[in-house]
């Protein structure tokens, strides 16, 4: 059990529908990456003014930048047997479905919860059982719509602490040696994701939780991105303005859309080209080479 946008992501859907909700949140074009704007350069908000003699406003340019923001699954690390270990752990205790079935209902299910949230609010703060409750219900919608018999509350456990080891997951190649370089600039990283509780130790286990100074999640803000609050609270742990900050992440509305909302520089990041996203970034590795 998987949070953030990151069960959407696993293998090819054939359920139109299940496309079409997420679709908005893929988004069409970078808003960062415009011909005519770099993938750097500052929404017009976030350029610092200051008062001349004359009292007037006199603009001062783009502020340096002190810190940079990943978004997590899908960007730092990701789950390439999803399906596989649903199917896996389902058949441990006694329900049979192919993997295949899984990954076709496993975006299907995301959508269906996505709409009982308010908008912007964290679906796992706000159920009733926290994390725990929000996974097992979505397992129990899978298996409703798979025509099974209702899961146990073992399986909904084991599938739970699966997937907040690290053994479920993987780093992206490129993003160890990113981290060092960015590091090494001086700059401040954080990472601002709709995740759950499990999220800092899972980090962790992958090797990277040290590089953080921040790790910013759903549920621990009460709210989920694309809103600016949450971007907010990674802002305000860091101890930098909006305008000093870029956030870096693979999903327009959520990323882009929302970190531009708060005020902070946006890279988006398309990895391989697979989305075929008009000037994102194709890896991490070009982010750096974008920041020297």
Known sequence: MTPEHHPCRQGNTTRAAARNAKAPQAGAHPVSRS??????????????????????????????LRAVTFDATGTLFHCPRLAEIYAAAMARHGTAIEPEAVGELIPVVWSELDCRVEHGRDRFAGHREGARGFWRDFL????????????SRFLAAELYDRFARAEAWCLFPDVEEVLTRLGGRGLRLGVVSNW???LPGLLAGL???????TVVFSQRVGF?????????????????????????????????????????????????????????????????????
């Open 35 to 64: 011909a005519s704007q770099s993938p750097m350069q500052p929404n017009a908000r976030t350029t610092r003014r200051s008062r001349g003699d004359n009292g007037g406003q006199a603009s001062t340019g783009a502020m340096p």
């Open 140 to 151: 129990a919608r899978l298996c409703a719509l798979a025509g099974l018999s209702p899961p």
């Open 196 to 198: 759950d509780e499990r």
């Open 207 to 213: 090797g990277i939780g040290e590089r953080f100074e």
């Open 224 to 292: 989920e991105k694309p809103h600016p609050a949450i971007f907010r609270r990674a802002l305000e742990e860091l101890g930098v303005t909006a305008p000093e900050a870029l956030h870096v992440g693979d999903r327009q509305r959520h990323d882009v859309e929302g970190a531009a909302a708060a005020g902070m520089r946006t890279a988006l990041l398309d990895r391989g080209r697979r989305r075929g996203e008009r000037g994102a970034l194709a890896s991490l590795a070009e982010l750096v080479g974008m920041l020297a």
